[in-house]
């Protein structure tokens, strides 16, 4: 077993003893975006985001997934978020940028 996946299961497990606790969640879509399971990654950030709708990296990260399959409007969504909550996020900044960038050659 791989250690992205055994950070995976760990994860679970702590959401299994505190399913509020938003850096699990947080820390489970890292792992599963770093497997490329993105469904699953998705599904761990909007845990995430739930329990703590104040925390920039989580949107940045749940942003950063959609990025990743290509979503962009939903991507630019979360990043909108994450700035709205630190608008000097330089990560969030450059990824939001690269989204419009996409969506601008969209039209």
């Known amino acids: 077993m791989g250690e992205h996946q055994q950070a995976v299961n760990c994860y679970e497990e702590a959401v299994g003893l505190e399913p509020t606790y938003g850096w699990a969640w947080n820390g489970m879509g890292l792992a599963y975006a770093a497997l490329s399971k993105w469904d699953q990654a998705l599904e761990a950030y909007e845990q995430a985001v739930k329990f ?3 925390d920039a990296w989580f949107w940045h990260n749940y942003g950063d997934t959609w ?3 290509e979503n962009y409007e939903r991507a630019v969504a979360a990043f909108e978020r994450a700035l709205a909550l630190d608008p000097a996020h330089e990560p969030t900044r450059r990824k ?6 996409h969506l601008d050659s969209e039209v």
């Open 52 to 54: 703590n709708p104040d």
């Open 96 to 101: 939001i940028k690269q989204a419009q960038d």
């Open 67 to 69: 990025l990743m399959i």
